[in-house]
Every structure is written in C-alpha cells, then in structure tokens.
DNA sequence: ATGGTAGACGCTCTA
C-alpha cells in the first residue's frame, strides 16, 4: 500500500498550528514529521490535527526549544528516542508502522554561526550529535527505515545559492558535509529527494532575514528524506513545496515529500 | 564586514 511522508520544520507548531491544518487538509500525506514544534508534548495542538484524521502521534517536547512529532493517518507505535550526544533535548524520535517501517525524525542542532568547536561549543555539539548518530546507525544496522528532518546541513554544491560563498559558514562546511555523508554511509541510507531530482538547484529553506525571499532565492537544501536500500526502490514522487514558504506568517521552512510504494 | 528577521520566555537565548 503506498502511502506519502513529508517533513516540515515548523517553528512553533503553537504559532502555526493553522499552517499545519492547511498542509494536511490541501496535500493530505499519510505521515508527517515535524521538528521544532517549541512546545512540550502536552501543549502540542495534537487534538486539532486528531481532528483533520491524523489520529495517531508520536512526540517529544520540551519548554521552548526543539521538540519532535510524527503525526499519521495510518496506526503507528512509538519506537522511542535517543538522546544524540547527551544534550537532553527533544531532537529525535521514532515510530513503526504496521508493515514493519520505522521512521525516525530528526533534528540535528543548527550548530552556531563560528564553524570552529573551539571558539563555538554548539558547533561542537553538531558534529558530537551526528558522530553518535553514526556510532548508532552502525550498530543498529537498520532496515526497512526512513530517515526525515531538519539534518541542518545542505551537503551538495546544488543544495546551495552559492557553494563558494557558503564553503565557511555553518551547513555548507566541509567537516559538515563529510559528517553528514558518515552518518547516511553508518545506515547505507539512499538520499530519496537527489534520487528522485538528481539535478540542479533544490532548497527546503530560506532565510528569515532576507528582504524578498522568492527574488533573492538564497536558499538550502536542509530538510532531509532518506531511506534504507531494501525500500529505497519503493520511493518516489519527491517535492518541495516551496508554496508554503511564502504563506501566511511562515515557517523559514518548506515541506518534503516523498511517497513509498510498500 | 555586517546586519538583517523570527519565536519563546521573561529582560536573552536560539535559529
């Protein structure tokens, strides 16, 4: 049965709980993960999306910062989560659906503006964070997994406006960009979105600080579809709505999607 | 080289 994922960092799922009403009534994917939602569980606006079909949930929160959640038309269980390199935030969890697919949703720290772990700790953190995520995937092994979120790092010259330009600032650097290819090499994950549009430009996300987002067009692939080999071959479809960028008080944002044909 | 915007929380941090 085919069913379609999307991921979507949401900044405030509070703020926009409009925005995500309108992505799963007007595109309807199955699942949808959403990463920093900036709100612990129980003040997640859970009951609304319930209310649109989405009636199974899993989710981590926290007061402020971070928070994960796995909304879906279909019946899941939780998976758990994973506390990647000890910082105690809501950034990661995981669900399975009845044929046996795990998901996992991800956040991985944004990492600061200095690309130095010296000068800047939460550089450091970032990089910790996907080193765990390796020592993880490689132990774990996974199959039949899906790997969604907000990895912050945009690791091809066209996931950028400008790869020289980016070469130094944090998601474009290339301890990064060799970080992040470890991590997916740790569980032999296809990268599903370059699978399904292996050429040109391609953002999921866009700078709050820029006058006129959509003419300037600075943006970055950092929102993320992966997928295990033995399902690898089940997917396609993928695309960013880049219409959600510029709704109503946006996230800085774009959904992605991909469907499995399982 | 710099500063620009956004959200949560509470007078500052994170992105």
Same mark, same amino acid.
């Given at each position: 049965?085919?069913?379609?994922?999307?991921? #979507?960092?949401?900044?405030?799922?509070?703020?926009?709980?409009?925005?995500?009403?309108?992505?799963?009534?007007?595109?309807?994917? =199955?699942?949808? @993960? +959403?990463?920093? @939602?900036?709100?612990?569980?129980?003040?997640?606006?859970?009951?609304?999306?319930?209310?649109?079909?989405?009636?199974? @949930?899993?989710?981590?929160?926290?007061?402020?910062? %971070?928070?994960?959640?796995?909304?879906?038309?279909?019946?899941?269980?939780?998976?758990?989560?994973? $506390?990647?390199? !000890?910082?105690?935030?809501?950034?990661?969890?995981?669900?399975?659906?009845?044929?046996?697919?795990?998901?996992? %949703?991800?956040?991985?720290?944004?990492?600061?503006?200095?690309?130095?772990?010296?000068?800047?700790?939460?550089?450091?953190?970032? +990089?910790?964070?996907?080193?765990?995520?390796?020592? #993880?995937?490689?132990?774990?092994?996974?199959?039949?997994?899906?790997?969604?979120? =907000?990895?912050?790092?945009?690791?091809?010259?066209? $996931?950028? #406006? &400008?790869?020289?330009? +980016?070469?130094?600032?944090? &998601?474009?650097?290339?301890?990064?960009?060799?970080?992040?290819?470890? !991590?997916?090499?740790?569980?032999?994950?296809?990268?599903?979105?370059?699978?399904?549009?292996?050429?040109?430009?391609?953002?999921?996300?866009?700078?709050?600080?820029?006058?006129? #987002?959509?003419?300037?067009?600075?943006?970055?692939?950092?929102?993320?579809?992966?997928?295990?080999?033995?399902?690898?071959?089940?997917?396609? &479809?993928?695309?960013?709505?880049?219409?959600?960028?510029?709704?109503?008080?946006? &996230? =800085?944002?774009?959904?992605?999607?991909?469907?499995?044909?399982?």
């Amino acid at each position: 049965m085919p069913f379609t994922i999307a991921t #979507w960092n949401i900044n405030s799922v509070r703020l926009r709980e409009g925005l995500v009403a309108k992505l799963l009534t007007d595109e309807a994917p =199955d699942i949808l @993960c +959403l990463q920093e @939602c900036k709100a612990p569980v129980d003040k997640m606006p859970l009951q609304a999306f319930a209310a649109l079909g989405y009636t199974h @949930c899993v989710a981590r929160g926290q007061k402020g910062y %971070n928070g994960v959640a796995i909304l879906s038309k279909l019946p899941i269980e939780d998976a758990g989560d994973r $506390d990647f390199a !000890t910082l105690g935030h809501a950034r990661h969890v995981a669900a399975r659906l009845e044929n046996g697919v795990t998901i996992h %949703n991800f956040y991985v720290p944004a990492g600061g503006d200095i690309p130095d772990r010296e000068q800047n700790p939460k550089f450091g953190q970032k +990089l910790d964070f996907l080193t765990d995520m390796q020592h #993880w995937f490689a132990a774990e092994r996974p199959h039949k997994a899906i790997l969604v979120g =907000d990895l912050n790092i945009a690791p091809r010259e066209d $996931d950028v #406006w &400008s790869h020289k330009q +980016l070469l130094k600032i944090v &998601s474009h650097t290339p301890i990064e960009v060799e970080q992040l290819g470890r !991590t997916q090499e740790a569980g032999r994950f296809v990268d599903i979105t370059r699978q399904d549009i292996p050429q040109g430009l391609l953002y999921s996300w866009w700078s709050y600080r820029a006058a006129d #987002w959509d003419a300037a067009d600075k943006g970055r692939r950092l929102d993320h579809v992966w997928a295990t080999p033995d399902i690898a071959g089940a997917a396609h &479809s993928s695309r960013v709505l880049r219409d959600a960028r510029g709704w109503e008080q946006p &996230s =800085d944002h774009a959904p992605v999607f991909a469907t499995f044909d399982l």
